[in-house]
Each structure stands twice: as C-alpha cells, then as structure tokens.
C-alpha cells in the first residue's frame, strides 16, 4: 500500500496568512420541545453504559463497543453481547471497525486486537519483531483493505497475521497524540492529533496545524459534509469548516468558524438524511445545524439522558445513534413527533382543548384551566383569575379574533386580555359546555352537557333541545359542512339542522354505535363520525363502518380530523391513524402511528386536534401535547435486511460445528446442508433488521418444492416443517418494513433430506436382482423337482389312463348293452300291448292302450338315441324332437297335412333326468293335437321352439294352429287325463306353463335343466 512509502512532496507557505470566515448563524437552544428519543441502557440489553465505539456494518447491524462491557451487536429489537467469555481480548473497548472482508474489528485496552468473523473471535497481539501489543487506542480499516491500529502513540499496519510500524517518515510526522484516524470519499486519510493534522493522500502528505490557519491546535475529530469541505472539532478552539478547495487547489486553507460553543468540545460529528450536520459535545450535548445555517442545540432539557456525547452514527435508514458517557445509548428517529414534556401546562395529561396560531400555543385541560405558551414563557388562567371553572373542554378563535373557551361553568370569551362569561342567566340552557363551533357566518354554536344545543347570533342564545327533534340533550361535537348544513354527534346518533328543522340519523340508518364523540368532513365532502366502535364514512347516501378489520389500531375513537393533505386523522385509545384517500375520495391506505413511530401518547383525549395554518397537527394525549410535521413524515423506503438465523431439529438447537467445517458466512448455520431421512422436522428462525420501526416487520416464506405458494404475511419469526420427504429442498424468505417495502429478492437456503438406503435407486436394483435371482434359482429347484414327480406322474398316468381307458370301454359297452335291452324290451311290450288290443273291443281300454304304446314308444325313442349317441350322458333334443314327431304323425295316421315348425337353439343337448319328463310331456301334448287339433282341416302346423336363457333357464314354445281348446279347460284344471299329465310333467321340470293367447292351442313353459340324481 501506498501508506509505508510516504513522502513530504511540498510544503505550504506559513507565511502567508490564513483567512478565516465565521459564520453568522441563528442558535436557537431548543428548550421548547422534546424529541423522539429512544433509549438503550442495561435493562434493555447494552451490557455496559458508557459507549465508547459505534458502527453499523455491511450487514446492518449496530455495534456498540461499551467501557468494560465488551461489545454487543443490534439487530432493531435485541443486543447479543459479547465479552472475554466468548474470545474477545478485552471487555473495555476502545475502538470498532469493519474491513474489507466485512469482518468485525475491536480495539480493547488490554489483549490486542480481536477480529470477529460471524462465529468466532481471533486476537492478534503480536509485532512482526513478535513483540506483545496491549492497550490498542484505535482500529481503522480504510475501503482499500489496510488497517491500521493506534498503539501507545504509535501506528501500526497489519499484514500477513502481524502488526508492522508505518514507515519512519510518517512516523517522524506523528509527533503528539493521535486522536483519530479518518478517510474521506476520495479515499485520503486524515489522522486528527493533539498538535493538528496529518493529510495523507496518494501523491501527498503534509501537515495542518496552527502555523497554516487551523483555529485550535488540538483536533478531536474530522468529517467531510455532504458539500465536501470538512468539519474539524477542536478542544479549545470549537469546530470550523475546512472548504475543499483549499486542498483540491492547494491553496492556503480558508477555514469558516462554526458559532456553537466556543468551549465545547466536540467529539463526534455526523450528518442525516436531511443534510443537516449534528455535532456531539463533550458537555453541551449535540447541535444540529440545517442547510439554512441554523443551530439548533438539544441538551438533557429536550430528552437526551445526557449532554456528555462519546459517539454519533447515521445509519443507512436516517436515524441517528448517539453513545453517551455513562447514560448508555440513544437513538434519535425522524423529528415527525416532538413532545413538550418540559413545558408547564402542555405536558398535561388531560388536555381537551388545542388551539395554536402564529404566535402562541393554547391548551385546555379538563382540570388545570387553560395555558398559553408563546415559545418562551407560560401564561396559566384558572378560576383564580378569570376563569369561572377550571374544566376546559374545547377552545375555539372567532373571526373577530376572541377566543371562546366551553368549561363546566359557563361559556367563556377571552379579548382583549379580558375574560367575559356566559351562563343560563344570559340565555344559555346550561352551564355545563361541551362542545364549540365557529360557523361561516361567525355564529357561535355551543353544545351541553345534557341541555340540549344552543347558538349566539348577535348577542342572544337560540336554544334547541329534544323538543324541536334533537335525539339527544348531550352535544359531544358540531360541524358546519360545505353546503351550510350543521352536524350535531349528540349520545344518541346524528342530527342535521338544515331549513329549519333536524333530520335524525340514528344506528338503524347503518351507524355502528350512537355515540358519536367528533365529526369531520374531508375535501370530498364525505363526512366522518367518530363513535365508541368503529369510524364512521357517509358519502351522503350510505354510512360505512371502519374499524380494525380495515386497518385501524382500535375501534375506540377520541377524535377525527381532516387534514388539508387529503388525510383523515383518527385518534385512538392505541396511538392515531392517517386514513389517506385517492383523487375518487376513497380509502387508499390507513397508517397507524403508534409508540414505535414516535407517538409517545399512544391514547389521545376526546376531540383534542387542531391543524395549524403550517399543516402541522397538534394531539392532546395522556402523555401531554404532541405535535405531528407532516414534512417529517417520509415513507420508510429503505428494505429490511433479511437473515436466516438459526436452523433447528426436532426443535432443539444444534451444534452445527459437530456436523461440518463449511458454514455460511456470518452464520452458525451449516453450508450445503445434508440431513439424514429421519431428521426432517425442521425449525427457521429468522430476523430482518429495520431499524426504524423493527416491531412492524412481516415475512413471508416458501419452501420449495414443498409449498406451492408463498405463505401469508406474518409477524412470527420461526417456522417448523415436520415430516418432511428426502429430497432437495431451498427454503426462501422475504420481509416488508413498517411502509409495506418489501426485500427485493427473498434469500435462499437450500438443503437436502438424504433418501434412507431401502428407498434408493442402487437398493431397488439390488434388491430387484436379487429378487430375480432367487426366482430364477427357485423356478430351477422347482423345475428339477417338478421334472422328476412329473416323470413318476406320467409313468403312473400312463398306467392309470391304460386301465381307465379299459374300464371305460367296458363301461361304454355295457351302458350300450344296458340302452339296447331297456329299448328292445320296452319294443317287447309295445308288442305284448297291441297284442292284447286285438282281443279286446273296450273302446276306451283300446284308447289307453294307444297311449300306453305311445309313451313306451316316447322312452324306448329316448334310450335308443343314448345308445347311438357318442356322449352316453346327453342326448341331442333336436335330432329327437324330430324323430318323435315323426313317429306320433307315423302313428296317427289323420287325413290332415301336417307342418313341422322346429327351432332348437344352439344345439341344446340334455341328460337323462331332463330328457325323460321333456320327451313325456311333448309326447303328451302332440298326441293330444293329432288326435283333436285337426279334426276337420286339411293342413296344420305343429310348433316346437326351444331358446336358451342365462343360468341354464329354457323357455319351450309347443303347440297347433288347430282349432283351440277352450281356455277354461287350462284354466279351471278340468278333468281331464291329458291335461293332469302335461301338469305332471311340467312339474317334474320344475317348470311353469302358461297358455298363450294365439291362434291354435299353444302353451309356453319356463324351467330349468334338473339337478343329478333328481327322480323324473
């Protein structure tokens, strides 16, 4: 680096006379007012009071490096401390700095140096002659990557894990105490000493001091302003301006005298993000000069803890931190709320009534009377000088200048530095006032407590009560609107006094509660009710409540107010809410305001607001007067910083160091975390620095591919995933500020549940191999085995099918024997029968005969086609339907042509036990139509269908186209021997006959085939 091979290039002229200006600044010691201060000592988790070094690192954290505490590291909401205990080389610090590499470095009085990398701390003690280093004044670590340290008035480099002096020339320069080391935006250094200045820069090194202008010879601090020139604060001498072209054009220094203190000491200087520069003191506490030069000095009396300033820091989001000596840390936020905590009568914790103008602020409070307050002195009115009561409820100014004050002992007018009141002696219906209102035509409206509404128009009281159609006695609040209509919120709706007359709205009309306690109207002439319950919206057509559920802090309102800025103020028991509307007049945004935004009161007092004539709104609260600068009021457009915290298993914390070496920088967390099957319940612990408003922070996550979307806004800082799959996952997260600015890109955890062994592609194939293996070792073991009993099978098969084979011959011929006897004999019969019939001439024996022969015949049919059949067990029904009609036309012999109409379906085949009955019973019903069908008829047809239905279910079609039986013949089961058979034999089937009503007799019959070994 440039730094060990300094050289003297040119010397300036001390002869020549340095000029100096001074600057003719305004210094206003600001006494008025008390300003958003935050506090940080021990019981908010400083580890020690006094602050000694401040920093904020690329990260955005806060260190403070205390004196005998160590240091400790703020996130927005908590401090994590650090002492020897953890490694570092002393606990009173003396000095922090950031390097290069964003490493933390911290000075202490004792041990060396420590460098801190996010997890632990490493301390460098030694020389590069390894001589001991102790009591470091100082640690600098310039953009460049050179750090410097301040050891016992001598300045040392580090390089390669030791500490080297800087070059003898540069040494030889340092002749007294060094105060400070600092480099400016063109990356020169500047280290401030009790005998002036040392510039150092690339091409030069020289020294400032009092030969060449400087105005004091001990220099504390230097800064570079926003303009370039450089701050320089002094001890003895107070701060002055060193312009830039004094050492851009090397040209004598031309100094310009800040007018603060001459006496005071500064010790630290920074700028904000208003540009104006605050100065911290030894003993005067801080001056803040705006770009207008104008001083503004805030001590102890204005709510700094103390006027003793060690350190100041502007953080990359606007506020500003001050180290105090002894009264621990401060932080000081936006100037958007400032507070009169010191002032008599404004830091009252009931005041109702606000009134400020130009000159002077007025309060009324509900127990102190009224106080006026012109920047400088108090003025206290109560009943001992002109007040008739000391409870002040509302202040109003009339168009003439007089002021109007509602107390619970009259009406009171105030000019002319006279007080003048107003009773039910003079016209007013009572004493008792609660609320005031200025109409454009400067009538005054007075509202009571309980005796309704009354109005002073040229010196007489008009009194109004429930009588003439108010809902209510009790006037809370009044408002004149745009078209001249007066609003009145009384304790039972709202009332409108237009014409004459009042029109009453009460909760029926939509109203959420009917108190109604202030009422405003906003530029579009939409009119807002403040009730005990929500606020209400009226367009002039429709009430619309507004409540938590749309983004108030609470639904219990004090106060509504409408800004000149298109703002809809409410105030609440839990801080105060900016409703903004767009160009339409509707709600675009409603904003809470609460302890953490600088609105210290939190609960406002009933219609306690006024706006002034500058836009800047005044609130009464228990906290006393606060006052609102809209021009303060910027949006927090700066993103949280987000930041994985911690990762946990089975919600237990982890010592991530057992499980690897590889961490993620500045975390303890595990770099490419691999985690076994079984340790899938997952905790994210995760924060995002904000250091404006950090309470109000919202985040949202996603685990991919685990969530399919991002989850809902939330304020919670962890998230647990249990049973959680093997596989690659990334675990994103993103935060919102307190303005809804959301981190412009989520950061990313990316980790991976390990597959357990029996789940992975090698096992499956393994195992799969294995498995085919086996099978196939297995399949051969049962092929041998099955080989060798299939050969002892084979052989006893052979055996065993040569003996069937035999048998079933045997078996075949006999059954064939057995059908060729049983038909021979039934032929043996048949003739025995006809024989018997020649010698008998019994007519009726010869008909029974006949039908004897007939059936025999049917059954000898029957068994003669088993015994020509192939399969012993069925017969063909279609081959034998056809050879037994046949045979009975043979048989009967009429003079008659005779059709066959046969369809079997399917080639139905039956056995024995089906046959026999089916055989009888059409034997039996095509007798009875050859005998009786025809008579008379030259030709006929006999039907015979047979179908198959599912289940072995048959439907038989049998009958004539002849000349009919009579239907009550079938019907009435007449007696008869041919219709007792047919019922037998369709009964022997199971089945079910019914007579058809066609031409001829036909007859349809349902049944099934019979069962084995079932009796025919």
């Not at 000491?265 to 700028?271: A, E, F, K, P």
């Not at 209509?485 to 709202?494: D, K, L, R």
């Amino acid at each position: 680096m440039f730094i060990l091979n300094l050289t003297i290039k040119y010397t300036l002229f001390p002869s020549r006379i340095s000029i100096l200006f001074c600057f003719f600044l305004i210094v206003n010691i600001g006494l008025s007012q008390t300003f958003n201060f935050q506090y940080y000592n021990v019981q908010e988790g400083l580890p020690q009071s006094k602050v000694n070094a401040l920093i904020q690192d690329s990260r955005g954290f806060i260190w403070v490096g205390t004196s005998g505490g160590g240091i400790c590291k703020y996130d927005g909401k908590s401090f994590t401390q650090y002492s020897s205990n953890e490694g570092l080389s002393g606990d009173i610090i003396t000095s922090i700095a950031e390097d290069k590499e964003h490493n933390i470095w911290i000075a202490s009085t004792w041990g060396g140096v420590s460098k801190f990398d996010g997890r632990k701390f490493t301390i460098y003690n030694k020389t590069d002659k390894n001589e001991e280093i102790s009591g470091v004044e100082q640690v600098y670590c310039t953009s460049e990557g050179t750090i410097f340290i301040l050891v016992n008035q001598e300045l040392y480099i580090f390089k390669s894990g030791v500490f080297r002096k800087v070059n003898s020339t540069l040494q030889t320069m340092i002749k007294s105490h060094i105060m400070e080391i600092y480099e400016d935006s063109k990356k020169n250094i500047w280290i401030s000493t009790i005998d002036g200045i040392i510039y150092i820069s690339k091409t030069d090194t020289f020294t400032i001091n009092t030969e060449n202008g400087l105005p004091a010879k001990m220099v504390t601090t230097i800064y570079e302003d926003v303009n370039g020139d450089y701050l320089i604060g002094s001890h003895g001498g107070g701060t002055a301006k060193l312009l830039k072209g004094s050492i851009d054009r090397k040209k004598e220094f031309i100094f310009q005298q800040v007018d603060i203190n001459p006496n005071a000491i500064v010790t630290s200087i920074t700028t904000d993000f208003d540009k104006n520069t605050i100065l911290g003191t030894f003993t005067d506490g801080i001056y803040c000069i705006d770009q207008n030069n104008k001083i503004t000095q805030i001590k102890t009396e204005n709510g700094l803890p103390s006027n003793s300033i060690t350190k100041l820091l502007t953080d990359r989001t606007g506020n500003t931190w001050i180290g105090t000596s002894g009264q621990g840390l401060v932080k000081f936020s936006n100037r958007t709320f400032t507070f009169f905590d010191n002032i008599e009568g404004l830091n009252s914790s009931d005041i109702f009534g606000i009134y400020v103008d130009k000159k002077d602020i007025w309060v009324g409070t509900g127990s102190n009377g009224v106080y006026k307050y012109d920047g400088k002195t108090t003025i206290h009115f109560d009943n001992t000088n002109g007040l008739p009561n000391n409870e002040i409820r509302a202040i109003l100014k009339d168009n003439d200048g007089s002021f109007w004050f509602a107390t619970r002992g009259g009406l009171v007018k105030y000019a002319n530095n006279k007080f003048k009141t107003y009773t039910t002696s003079d016209g007013l219906p009572s004493s008792r006032i609660q609320s005031l209102m200025i109409d454009k035509n400067n009538n005054l409206w007075i509202g009571t407590f309980g005796s309704g509404l009354s109005v002073l128009k040229d010196g007489k009281f008009t009194n109004y009560s429930e009588n003439d159609g108010l809902t209510s006695s009790h006037i809370h609040s009044i408002l004149e609107d745009k078209k001249g209509n007066i609003w009145i919120g009384t304790g039972n709706g709202i009332n409108k006094f237009a014409g004459g007359k009042f029109t009453n709205y009460l909760q029926s009309s939509g109203i959420c509660n009917s108190y109604i306690g202030s009422i405003a109207e906003d530029e579009f002439g939409n009119l807002w009710f403040g009730t005990d319950r929500c606020v209400v919206k009226y367009n002039g057509i429709d009430f619309k409540s507004i409540t938590t559920n749309d983004g108030l802090s609470s639904n219990t309102v004090y106060l509504v107010l409408s800004d000149k800025n298109k703002g809809v103020w409410v105030g609440t028991n839990k801080g105060v809410n900016k409703i903004s509307l767009n160009s339409y007049g509707q709600i675009e945004k409603i904003k809470n305001y609460s302890y953490q935004d600088g609105f210290k009161g939190i609960e406002c007092n009933s219609r306690a607001v006024f706006e002034d004539d500058e836009n800047n709104i005044w609130f009464g609260t228990i906290k006393g007067l606060i006052k609102y600068q809209p021009k303060e009021d910027r949006m927090n457009v700066f993103q949280p910083i987000v930041r994985l915290e911690n990762i946990k298993l089975f919600l237990q914390d982890v010592n991530w160091g057992s499980k690897t070496k590889n961490f993620v920088e500045w975390t303890n967390l595990p770099k490419n975390l691999e985690l076994d099957y079984n340790e899938n319940h997952i905790t994210f612990e995760y924060s995002a620095i904000n250091l404006n408003n950090p309470e109000n922070v919202e985040f949202s996550f996603k685990l991919e591919p685990f969530d399919a979307e991002w989850y809902q806004n939330t304020k919670k800082t962890f998230i647990t995933y249990s049973n959680l799959p093997p596989g690659e996952y990334t675990f994103l997260l993103k935060a919102k500020n307190n303005d809804g600015v959301w981190s412009n890109k989520p950061i990313e955890y990316k980790f991976t549940i390990s597959t357990p062994f029996w789940q992975t592609w090698w096992f499956y194939t393994l195992l799969l191999t294995t498995i085919v293996y086996l099978l196939i070792k297995i399949s051969k073991i049962q092929e041998d085995k099955q080989r060798k009993i299939s050969q002892e099978l084979e052989k006893k098969v052979h055996e065993r099918t040569i003996l069937i084979e035999q048998q079933h011959h045997e078996k075949e011929i006999l059954l064939k024997e057995i059908h060729h006897r049983v038909k021979n004999n039934m032929q043996v019969i048949n003739s025995l029968l006809s024989l018997q019939s020649n010698y008998t001439t019994d007519e009726k024996a010869l008909v029974l005969f006949e039908e004897a022969k007939s059936r025999i015949r049917t059954m000898a049919l029957i068994h003669e086609k088993m015994y020509q059949s192939g399969d012993l067990a069925k017969i063909d029904f279609q081959d034998y339907i056809v050879s037994l009609t046949n045979d009975l036309i043979a048989t009967y012999s009429i003079n008659c042509s005779i059709f066959l109409d046969i369809k079997i379906e399917n080639q139905i085949k039956f056995d024995i036990d089906s046959i026999i009955p089916l055989g009888l019973l059409i034997n039996e019903i095509v007798s009875n139509t050859l005998k009786y069908g025809f008579d008379k008829k030259e030709n006929g047809t006999i039907t015979i269908h047979l179908n198959q239905k599912e289940n072995d279910g048959f439907v038989l079609k049998i009958g004539d186209n002849g000349k009919g039986m009579p239907r009550e013949i079938f019907e009435n089961n007449t007696n008869t021997l041919g219709m007792e058979l047919i019922q037998v034999f369709t009964e022997q089937l199971d089945g079910k006959i019914k007579l058809l009503d066609v031409p001829g007799t036909v007859y349809e019959i349902t049944f099934n085939k019979r069962k084995p070994n079932k009796s025919v």
